[in-house]
């Protein structure tokens, strides 16, 4: 065994321990007070980086979570001011309905224009003054806005608001204005026939359409069919692709006769020798069919008054189940097709003619119809009354159509636009209420402009409800982040307490070993003595 003073060896590696362990006492003991495990990069580096890559990506959800906050806060504002627009245009509504009435006088309709007049006046206010923070929401400036969720680039979600001013809301419309065809006294004994020679507009046959917004609504189907509003109206309104764009129509056929007609007697004058008239026979075809007569009308000595021919088509209408329908309006027939289908008739005579002429006032049963001369029994005349059709959407949309309608002559549909075109705006301004014409066009755009606001609100709901469900579920990946993060950066106390306890045991053992190692130089004296 040596024994040496200038050096105590066991004395200075009991320090070095004292020193190792004062060491990770202090960092213990900071690890409790401040409740971090990674005090320093040197502690756990890679540790230390997914820890701040997290805290990261916590930071941009928390944030995230606050624009969504933002967001809803904005679009709250908007929907609820669009509900406010929605309700008067609600009331614009029932006053175009009440004004479609003809027990109105001129007056009454006026102080419901003033009422509706008003009603746009405020629908501009709250379209035009609705904002988040001095940004508006309803005057369509509001497009193409982004709300940013995320943590990480372009996790964003769109926002579109369109404008809810008077002049951006009603409807586009196009109009079929249906048109009257008299034919002249003529030997073909066919509807088919005639117009196939004399009256192509008026029937669908190879090659003739309608299309809108590049939908076929109307179409040869390798039968010749008159051309009919309600056949029309019917193909767009059961169209799926036309519903989704907001596109429908309504088809409407009345004929109110020219002249009254006062009996059999009145109804017709004769020319020449020998010339008798024993009835006059109208055979209706109503809706498409070409080929043969829906129900046909004897009308002779025996049909008195208007009343009794009014009643002589209702029965023969009745039995063939025709959609068609006749009275007496300011003691003139009043015809009208159930919906919108066309009346064509077949008109011809029974008699003895001879050298003589009939001269017939059809006016006195069609509208338009005025007088036609017969000179033999042998002839007839045709007649086709086309219904309208009003073709309306909430966003623009273009029409096409080909052997339909002729735009010079205002035959067949007579559409109001060309081919090719697009439908016309008509927005709140062009409400008007001051006759009954009027007020039935306004309900149209106005029931337009109805859905054009409910699909703006339902639009707001739908991003509304998107930006709450990634609110909730980035509230989840915060919280989970958080926590991910908090098991890398921060102290476990029970484990923690547990090394620190450790430490200090170690540190009292090592100041101990130190106490007893500082004694061994003290054995040399023994050697002196």
Request: aromatic share 6%.
């Amino acid at each position: 065994m040596a024994l040496r003073v200038n050096f105590n060896f066991e004395a200075a590696s009991s320090h070095t321990a004292i020193l190792g362990n004062e060491r990770e006492m202090n960092k213990s003991l900071l690890r409790l007070s401040t409740g971090l495990r990674i005090l320093n990069a040197a502690d756990d580096s890679a540790g230390l980086f997914i820890a701040d890559q997290l805290m990261v990506v916590g930071s941009g959800l928390e944030e995230g979570n606050k624009n969504i906050q933002t967001g809803l806060s904005a679009l709250r504002i908007a929907e609820s001011s669009a509900g406010q627009i929605f309700n008067r245009l609600n009331e614009i509504y029932k006053r175009t309905v009440r004004a479609a009435n003809d027990i109105n006088d001129p007056n009454a309709r006026s102080s419901l224009q003033r009422e509706i007049d008003n009603f746009v006046d405020a629908i501009k206010k709250i379209g035009t003054d609705t904002e988040y923070n001095g940004i508006k929401l309803l005057d369509g400036t509001f497009n193409n806005k982004y709300i940013h969720y995320g943590a990480r680039k372009d996790q964003v979600l769109q926002v579109d608001v369109k404008s809810v001013l008077p002049n951006d809301l009603g409807a586009y419309m196009a109009k079929a204005q249906g048109s009257i065809h008299i034919s002249n006294v003529v030997s073909t004994s066919t509807f088919a026939d005639y117009l196939s020679s004399s009256a192509a507009d008026f029937d669908v046959d190879s090659g003739d359409y309608v299309d809108i917004n590049g939908i076929r609504v109307l179409a040869y189907d390798g039968t010749q069919r008159f051309v009919d509003a309600q056949t029309l109206a019917k193909n767009i309104n059961d169209n799926k692709d036309l519903q989704a764009l907001g596109i429908e129509a309504v088809a409407k056929n009345t004929n109110k006769a020219d002249a009254v007609y006062t009996g059999f007697g009145n109804f017709y004058t004769v020319t020449g020798t020998a010339t008798t008239l024993n009835a006059v026979t109208l055979s209706f075809h109503v809706g498409t069919t070409v080929s043969t007569p829906t129900f046909s009308i004897t009308i002779n000595s025996s049909i008195t008054n208007v009343q009794q021919l009014a009643d002589a088509i209702n029965t023969q209408a009745s039995g063939a189940r025709a959609p068609i329908s006749a009275r007496v309006v300011d003691s003139k027939l009043f015809l009208e097709t159930n919906n919108g289908e066309t009346i064509a008739v077949r008109v011809g005579i029974s008699g003895n003619i001879g050298t003589g002429s009939v001269n017939i006032q059809l006016g006195q049963i069609l509208q338009g119809a005025g007088n036609v001369t017969f000179t033999s029994t042998s002839t007839y005349v045709y007649y086709i009354d086309v219904g309208t059709v009003d073709i309306a959407g909430t966003d623009s949309y273009r029409l096409q159509y080909s052997g339909v309608s002729a735009a010079s002559t205002g035959a067949g549909f007579n559409f109001n636009i060309g081919s090719n075109s697009y439908a016309n705006a008509k927005n709140l301004y062009a409400v008007s209420v001051l006759t009954n014409e009027k007020a039935e066009e306004s309900m149209l755009i106005v029931k337009k402009a109805l859905q054009r606001v409910d699909t703006i609100r339902a639009q707001i709901g739908a991003v509304m409800n998107n930006l709450q469900s990634i609110y909730d579920s980035q509230k989840v990946a915060l919280d989970n982040t958080r926590e991910a993060e908090n098991v890398i950066r921060n102290t476990d106390y029970a484990e923690e307490m547990t090394n620190f306890t450790k430490l200090q045991i170690k540190m009292q053992s090592s100041m101990a070993m130190l106490a007893q190692a500082n004694q061994l130089p003290q054995m040399v004296l023994q050697l002196l003595r």
